[in-house]
Structure formats: structure tokens, C-alpha cells
């Protein structure tokens, strides 16, 4: 099995500007049931090149659902039942380093998680598991978007660190210097939990945070402010869209499995003896965790 080719199902996160793509076929809407809840929006399911995409609508069409509010776990899980096996997400962030000034897109490969008000795990009380989490992103889709962004010449930073903030507030002038002498390099409020539960439920996970702003630290630019954002985030929709269509068929056929252990997340995570899962959480994470409940 190991050595078969298949040919993965590719999900996209983000704004509703990044559906439009030349080229998108057999398109439709579909509402996916989730027992953890209503997923932001309906999915589009369609087809490029032969690959297999879903869209989900991070915030829902028409931006009506803030970070704190989004239901993370029901979008991933709702995503694995979809049949997808990777996901790219997309995400407005602001810039702590000079040199990533806005516009540019940042293929985050780290993350330090400051949300507060969020349900961050699939697991629970009644099937406890601990998964890894010290190199959150699958490497496999970020060569592929660097390679993308490479041949559109998006200017494109491939790594770096991703601070993901509570909000729906921008930072304080004091947090934003605490988080850039931190190293970090690009603020955000989208990509956690999502990235950890993408973990947990063994989906190949990877970030592109367009950048859209200095935060409020800059001294030769104005104070965040939404109108300027929006700006940016216009100019941005476009270069997002062709980088979907560039990079997306570069993951057609692959191994079985992810050769970066994404598939695998789960292989000794569950601590849970098996006489003492609960059988109502062992259903209720049948999509995320099937394989190794299972026995697969």
C-alpha cells in the first residue's frame, strides 16, 4: 500500500475572493454535517486539472463570522469527511519585519498560539491523546507553494514564525514590540487551532499568510486600520487565486501515505486504555480518528 499512487483531495481555507479560478470544474455546493457542530459555510466541491478541491469559507460567504466565533473543529472535521487529505489556508496577517511589507506572502512553518477562547482539541475527557505538534506544517505543500509562487513571482518568504492572537482587537503597541523581540515575524487570528486540529486529524496542513499591514509598530506608517487592509486584502485575492490554480496540481498523485508522517499523526497518540474509551467520543471522532480507533 505504501508504495501505491493516489491521487489526494486538496481543501482550501480562506476568503470567499479565492473560489473564482479559472479553470474550476464540475463545481457545486454542499453542506457536510459535523458532530461538532455547524461548519462556517456549505463547501465547494470542485475539480482542476483532474485534482479534486474543496472550498470552505473560513469566516462564511460574506465575512459574517469573527475568529473567536469560528468553529474550527467543525470545519476540519467536516473537511476530513469530505474526503479531503490536504489542506492550504490562506490568511490575512500583519508583518513584524521590515522586509515583509504588504503584499508579500509568508508560508509560515512555525506557530506560538495566543488564543484564549477556543476549543483546541478533538479529544476530551473519555479519549485523551497527546499528538505532535513540533514541526506543524507539512513541507510537501509548502515546496509546492514556494514553487507556485516561484513561477508567478509572487514575492513569497518561505518559513517563519506565525503569532496567532486571540483578537477580534489588533494588538497594542507594547504586545506588538513583546511579539516581533520574540522573533516573530507575522501576526494573525485564523491559523490555531486550525493547524492543530488539521493535526490531529491527520491532514497534511500548510499556511500562506498574506501579508496586509506593518501591525502598529512601524514608526513610518499609520496605526492599523481596516479600510487599509481591505485595500491590500483586494490585491492579494488575485495573487491567492493564481497561486491555488499554479501550486495545487503540483500534489497530484503521491505515496499513500505522507512521507512527513502528516496520515500517521495519530500512531501512538491515543493514552486512553480501549476498556475505557468512552464509546460516545470514540463515535463522535469517527472521521478524525477512524484509522487508529479502528485499527487501521
Same mark, same amino acid.
Given at each position: 500500500m505504501?508504495?501505491?499512487?493516489?491521487?489526494?483531495?486538496?481543501?482550501?481555507?480562506?476568503?470567499?475572493?479565492?473560489?473564482?479560478?479559472?479553470?474550476?470544474?464540475n463545481?457545486?455546493?454542499? *453542506?457536510?454535517?459535523?458532530?461538532?457542530?455547524?461548519?462556517? +459555510?456549505a463547501?465547494?466541491?470542485?475539480?482542476?486539472?483532474?485534482?479534486?478541491?474543496?472550498?470552505?469559507?473560513?469566516?462564511?460567504?460574506?465575512?459574517?463570522?469573527?475568529?473567536?466565533?469560528?468553529?474550527? *473543529?467543525?470545519?476540519?472535521?467536516?473537511?476530513?469527511?469530505?474526503?479531503?487529505?490536504?489542506?492550504?489556508?490562506l490568511?490575512?496577517?500583519?508583518?513584524?519585519?521590515?522586509?515583509?511589507?504588504?503584499?508579500?506572502?509568508v508560508?509560515a512553518?512555525?506557530?506560538?498560539?495566543?488564543?484564549?477562547?477556543?476549543?483546541?482539541?478533538?479529544?476530551?475527557?473519555?479519549?485523551?491523546a497527546?499528538?505532535?505538534?513540533?514541526?506543524?506544517?507539512?513541507p510537501?505543500?509548502?515546496?509546492?507553494?514556494?514553487?507556485?509562487?516561484?513561477?508567478?513571482?509572487?514575492?513569497?518568504?518561505?518559513?517563519?514564525?506565525?503569532?496567532?492572537?486571540?483578537?477580534?482587537?489588533?494588538?497594542?503597541?507594547?504586545?506588538?514590540?513583546?511579539?516581533?523581540?520574540?522573533?516573530? +515575524?507575522?501576526?494573525?487570528?485564523?491559523?490555531?487551532?486550525?493547524a492543530?486540529?488539521?493535526?490531529?486529524?491527520?491532514?497534511?496542513?500548510?499556511?500562506?499568510?498574506?501579508?496586509?499591514?506593518?501591525?502598529?509598530?512601524?514608526?513610518?506608517?499609520?496605526?492599523?486600520?481596516?479600510?487599509?487592509?481591505?485595500?491590500?486584502?483586494?490585491?492579494?485575492?488575485?495573487?491567492?487565486?493564481?497561486?491555488?490554480?499554479?501550486?495545487?496540481?503540483?500534489?497530484?498523485?503521491?505515496?499513500? @501515505?505522507?512521507?512527513?508522517?502528516?496520515?500517521?499523526?495519530? +500512531?501512538?497518540?491515543?493514552i486512553?486504555?480501549?476498556?475505557? *474509551?468512552?464509546?460516545?467520543?470514540?463515535?463522535k471522532?469517527?472521521?478524525?480518528?477512524? *484509522?487508529? @480507533?479502528?485499527?487501521?
Amino acid at each position: 500500500m505504501a508504495g501505491t499512487e493516489i491521487q489526494p483531495v486538496i481543501g482550501i481555507i480562506g476568503g470567499s475572493g479565492v473560489y473564482d479560478i479559472d479553470g474550476l470544474e464540475n463545481t457545486r455546493w454542499e *453542506r457536510i454535517a459535523s458532530p461538532f457542530g455547524d461548519p462556517s +459555510d456549505a463547501f465547494l466541491f470542485g475539480e482542476l486539472d483532474g485534482l479534486g478541491l474543496v472550498f470552505l469559507p473560513r469566516h462564511g460567504r460574506g465575512h459574517k463570522i469573527p475568529p473567536s466565533e469560528l468553529n474550527f *473543529r467543525a470545519n476540519i472535521d467536516a473537511l476530513k469527511r469530505a474526503g479531503v487529505t490536504e489542506i492550504i489556508s490562506l490568511s490575512a496577517c500583519g508583518s513584524f519585519k521590515e522586509e515583509l511589507d504588504p503584499g508579500t506572502f509568508v508560508i509560515a512553518d512555525q506557530f506560538i498560539d495566543r488564543t484564549f477562547a477556543r476549543s483546541k482539541s478533538f479529544f476530551g475527557t473519555g479519549l485523551v491523546a497527546h499528538v505532535g505538534f513540533g514541526h506543524p506544517v507539512c513541507p510537501r505543500l509548502g515546496d509546492a507553494l514556494e514553487e507556485g509562487a516561484k513561477a508567478l513571482g509572487i514575492k513569497t518568504r518561505r518559513g517563519g514564525t506565525y503569532l496567532a492572537m486571540e483578537g477580534p482587537q489588533f494588538s497594542s503597541l507594547a504586545e506588538s514590540e513583546l511579539y516581533r523581540s520574540w522573533g516573530c +515575524d507575522v501576526i494573525g487570528m485564523t491559523n490555531m487551532p486550525e493547524a492543530k486540529l488539521a493535526r490531529e486529524a491527520e491532514l497534511c496542513y500548510a499556511t500562506v499568510a498574506m501579508v496586509t499591514d506593518f501591525d502598529c509598530w512601524h514608526p513610518d506608517h499609520d496605526h492599523v486600520s481596516v479600510e487599509a487592509i481591505i485595500a491590500v486584502l483586494l490585491g492579494n485575492a488575485d495573487n491567492a487565486r493564481a497561486l491555488v490554480k499554479e501550486s495545487a496540481p503540483k500534489l497530484a498523485g503521491r505515496g499513500a @501515505l505522507c512521507p512527513a508522517g502528516c496520515h500517521t499523526a495519530l +500512531d501512538n497518540a491515543i493514552i486512553t486504555a480501549p476498556e475505557a *474509551r468512552d464509546p460516545a467520543m470514540a463515535e463522535k471522532l469517527s472521521a478524525v480518528a477512524g *484509522r487508529v @480507533l479502528n485499527g487501521g
